[in-house]
């Protein structure tokens, strides 16, 4: 019992929580917007695959950190332009055409990263993100180094997490956002263009996702390897569901998650008899177990897959 | 205030004509409404009163004429342009997001998209005032999907309200509704016309065009068929206008019931947790057809679900050719000669991409005829198809072509003949001619009548009054889940089976009956083996 | 309803989508050809941008897959694995079964035929062992894609995150297998399976290649899974299913039980994929024993429209891309990953193919 306590009461868990949460925060909020919109956004895997790419490429070239993640998240946008011609203006299936821009994005970073970083033994590494004090805080026992020792993307995603509950229910965009995603028809009749709407949704939705990427290259690693993302974006579908669509839990939910994926990284070093992919696996089943619970009594956008088509019901 | 239609009209339709492909639905329409005024729109199905309002509201571009408020020209096709000069539409498909408050549901698009605050209080405030101005009271912060379907419809009419409306559009708006509801309703209408506001409402009923309305337009075929003053007509009048001549429904023979194949005693069923069936009493006879009367939304859903096979009853007994048994499914039916026409021909009733033929014997692949050790006998279904298309006059398709492909009418045929080629036993016909045009409506009644006089019995549950009149040897009402007493189709009367409708027998014992007991027959019947 | 409305579009834009009424049988015979030239159209700018010549790598790609004698016999063997999850894709996605854990199953498959292969069941022939090694395979498939389907019909769970997930954890576990129980003591600490017994391995369909009679194991699958579909009470309930679950129930067909068979086909379909992999071509399994099956399949169903005669062909031009852009690449010093970003290309071009089969532009 004490290992477990010693663990929970090390400061540097609760610091490694807000760095594992960071990337979750980012992608869950990229995709709660776009399927508080009606889009489900399976390309999150491949977009933050290419965000991760994209901002560290541009950062190995000369650019500083801030422009990488600009560049992350422009590329992102690019990429939910895409879904969104596909999904809201065609009216494609959303888990085929998800699953074709993750395969294309994730194909498409490799592709770009092995064409301007000849094959190395030991990959190239940028100059990461470093950790800011910030005065009076940082210096607080324990909390101090539990709480305040993060890099500003750490920061920004979580301002960014109360922004976003704050727009989706306290403004008129908000308000349109949700309708779009509910019943566009309604929308439509109030005059709130629903197809605006969602491309505007899933754009802003895919830039959030491409800087979770980022985060990951920028300040969690200083390198780029392929698979590096391994499964983050299917998580955060996942969390959205356990967040029931609303912005606040899915911080709490990215938290949550970043608690347990800190706490058996620790608990690895404790048990070491148990084979070490028991651990790795977590994630993933706690994901599914998320899932399985919430589920039913999540509020689900009614809207969510339904192609809108002006005139057609 | 007295409507003053000589002032200058606050709306005003002129020449109003729109063609789909060759079908005309408007031809050369005027119409005006002066301030204060609650003037009906009368029509049948299909006479162009929603094409019309469509237009009004910048849903449709009319392909001739214009739409003027308040002497201005509005642009076609932007419904913003309408909700700017203050037409307001209350549709009779309410849009609505169920998941959001009722405040919410008004406030959308009220409000420049990018200020960067909700003004919440100031909204809430005015919804309460409007809300108290014509006595539309509901709880602002309700969660909408939590309201009743009469409250919907009142924020459907506060949107418009919220929006500014004094021009209020109002499609079919007792379609859905309570006798209770519809009443109230009208009591809002008349005030909010005395408040100086101007209504149109859309309907084919002729007791509530005769008691709300200032002013009738009866349209009939996409024309102003008449115009008249409520005070100056009456309901055989306006009956003649609407209607003008009329495919004639088929008349029926009295029925000579046989034995009884089904009977349902204190039958309770509940859906997802909600008793939607309450201790419903009920029997089949064989040559003889069962009429369910009764507003939309009262449990003719689960009735139709129970009888198709859907689901389960949670209490009473049922028996099927005087068996007990605790539960119909599709299987047994299906088995047993039961044929089932479903509530929603395009959602149950048919796979609209799937052929023909594969429709036509869907459910009954596992039999002998169409599929043997699990593989399936396509020529047997493709003849099997072919003679239901040649039989039951299928148009617009061959056994190998998509369903999608055909028409409701022809889909309906399609639906009956997979089930009448076989002579059932016993028919339930939920809702069979929702939708369809006359012509075929005429041709699905011919069909059930024709199923009754070959000894079928037949469950008709409709929302269509003429229809159970016109079919049905014995009818009941369902209000609420229960079932009323039957009565003998001679004895319906309207303002009989409006009572029966509106739920007046509930509340005393039953309605009293004069031809039928009230207990089934107890014999056993010929088929139980 | 009152009134006429049609289905006509509310709006008049100045460009609209129409539904056909009538899918052309040329239009949906040519849109895989069309989208995958498009695909190589656009991936052609991509070459163009790596500043190599564009037609001299697409010509280099097709001798690359079929220049030689051991190219070809590569390009069918890497087809082999392709067709069988192209299949399990294809008949899932059929009944509006969202399986995207083909990757996992197929793992699970090689892991339980490296179990059984190389020890347990290593005493008995031949004959009976593989037609036993290529069931217990399909069986580990059909398993881990049982476990979505129960979450989906229990608990109302997207089957399509869960099936993503569970490939995660499918390859972790095979990972600690060969970590541990099944560990090669013989591969020098490399992480790897114990081999299977030498007569558990496949057949050469071709001396002195590595092409092996899995592909006619594949291409059999494909002409029963396409009999089963449109000649079977399963296929015709299956297809009710996927295009209207509602109508479906109504007609009678019972959902959750046709869901289960389909689940079990689709998995089932991904393990022996698994099995004929490493019974054909490694011997063993490691972690890096699929280059993306499972997700390449869902290109290969796509491209083939889920018919599954077309998942023959798809799967095809897929190994194409993959063997010939090795060769390409060697030549050109292009990356391989041009095959996976055209294939990737062309299951979105397909479905923006297939779109245009069922939608016109009308102004």
Known sequence: MSTFFDIVASAGLWAAVLRIATPLIFGTLGALLSERSGVLNLGIEGIMTFGAMAGWLAVFNGADLWTGMLVAALSGALFGLVHAAMTVTLGLSQHVTGLGITLFASSLSYYIFRLTVPLASTPPTVTPFQPISVPGLSDLPFVGPALFTQTLPTYLSIVIALLLAYVVYRTPLGLALRMSGENPHAAEAQGVDPVRVRYGAIMAGSALMAMGGAFLTLSAFNSFFPTMVQGRGWICIALVVFASWRPGRALFGALLFAFFDAFQLRLQTVLGNVPYQIFLMMPYILSIAALAVMARRARVPQALMQPYRRGER | ?529 | MTGSATGLPAKDILMRLERREHRPLLLVVLSPILAVVAALALAGLLIAAAGAPVLEAYGRILTGAFGTRLAATETLTRATPLMLTGLAAAVAFRARLWNIGAEGQFYLGAIMVAALGSTALSGLPGPVLIPLLFTAGAIAGMALMLVPLWLRLRFSVDEVVTSLLLNFVAVLFVSMMIDGPLKDPLAFGWPQSMPVADHALLPKLIERSRLHIGLAVAIVAALLVYLLQSRTVFGLQSRAAGLNPEGAVFAGVPLARTLVKVACLSGGLAGLAGAIEVMGVKGYVTTDLSPGYGYAGIIVAMLANLNPLGVIAAAFFTATMFVGADGMSRALGIPTYIADVTVALSLLTMLIAIFFTQYRIRR
């Open chain 2, 1 to 529: 205030m007295i409507a003053d239609t000589t002032a200058a009209p606050v709306l005003e339709l002129a020449h109003i004509s729109k063609r789909f492909g060759p079908i005309v639905a408007n031809d050369d329409i005027s119409i005006a409404l002066g301030r204060g005024e609650l003037l009906a729109l009368l029509g049948e199905n299909g006479a162009g009163k929603t094409t019309l309002m469509s237009i009004l509201f910048g849903h449709y571009t009319p392909d001739e004429g214009t739409v003027r408020v308040d002497g201005v020209e509005l642009p076609h096709g932007r419904p913003r342009a309408a909700i700017k000069a203050g037409v307001g539409m209350v549709h009779q498909h309410f849009s609505l997001a169920p998941n959001l408050t009722v405040l919410e549901n008004v406030m959308t698009g009220t409000e420049p998209l990018w200020s960067p605050r909700s003004r919440t209080s100031a909204a809430r405030r005015k919804l309460l005032s409007i809300a108290e101005r014509f006595g539309l009271g509901v709880d602002p912060d309700a969660r909408l999907g939590d309201l009743s379907v009469g409250e919907q419809q009142r924020v459907e009419i506060l949107k418009a309200l919220y929006n500014d409306a004094r021009i209020l559009i109002l499609d079919e708006p007792t379609a859905v509704l309570t006798n209770i509801e519809a009443e109230r309703l009208f009591t809002t209408l008349r005030e909010m016309a005395r408040q100086g506001l101007s209504l149109i409402f859309i309907s084919h009923k002729l007791d509530e065009v005769m008691a709300a309305a200032d002013r009738i337009v009866v349209l009939r075929g996409g024309r102003v068929a008449a115009e008249r003053r409520a005070a100056e007509t009456n309901k055989a009048e306006l009956a003649e206008l609407m209607v003008g001549h009329r495919v004639t429904r088929p008349t029926r023979e009295p029925a000579k019931a046989g034995a009884t194949v089904f009977q349902a005693s204190r039958l309770t069923v509940s859906i997802g947790g909600v008793e939607r069936l309450k201790e419903i009493d009920f029997f089949l006879r064989e040559g003889e057809t069962l009429g369910i009367i009764g507003v939309s939304g009262n449990g003719q859903a689960a009735l139709s679900q129970l009888m198709g096979g859907l689901a389960a009853p949670t209490g009473g007994e049922m028996r099927l050719f005087g068996e007990p048994v605790s539960a119909l499914d599709v299987h047994d039916l299906v088995e047993a000669g039961i044929g089932r026409i479903p509530e929603d021909r395009h959602r149950q009733g048919a796979i609209g991409e799937m052929t023909i033929w594969e429709n036509a014997v869907l459910e009954r692949i596992r039999q002998p005829l169409f599929s043997r050790r699990g593989i399936v006998n396509r020529s047997a279904g493709q003849a099997f198809a072919a003679t239901i298309i040649e039989e039951f006059d299928v148009r617009g398709g061959t056994p190998t072509s998509r369903t999608r492909l055909l028409s409701g009418g022809n889909m309906q045929k399609l639906i009956l003949g997979r089930n009448l080629y076989r002579r059932p036993k016993i028919l339930i016909a939920a809702q069979p001619t929702r939708g369809l045009d006359e012509g075929a409506v005429a041709a699905v009644h011919a069909r059930i009548l024709d199923a009754r006089r070959q000894g079928t019995a037949v469950l008709l549950i409709s929302e269509d009054l003429d229809e159970v009149i016109g079919l049905a040897d014995r009818i009941q009402a369902i209000v609420k889940g229960r079932l009323s007493a039957p009565i003998a189709a001679e004895d319906a009367d309207p303002r009989r089976l409006g009572l029966m409708m509106s739920g007046d027998w509930t509340s005393s014992d039953r309605t009293p009956n004069d031809r039928i007991s009230d207990g089934p027959p107890g014999e056993g019947h010929p088929h139980a083996s």
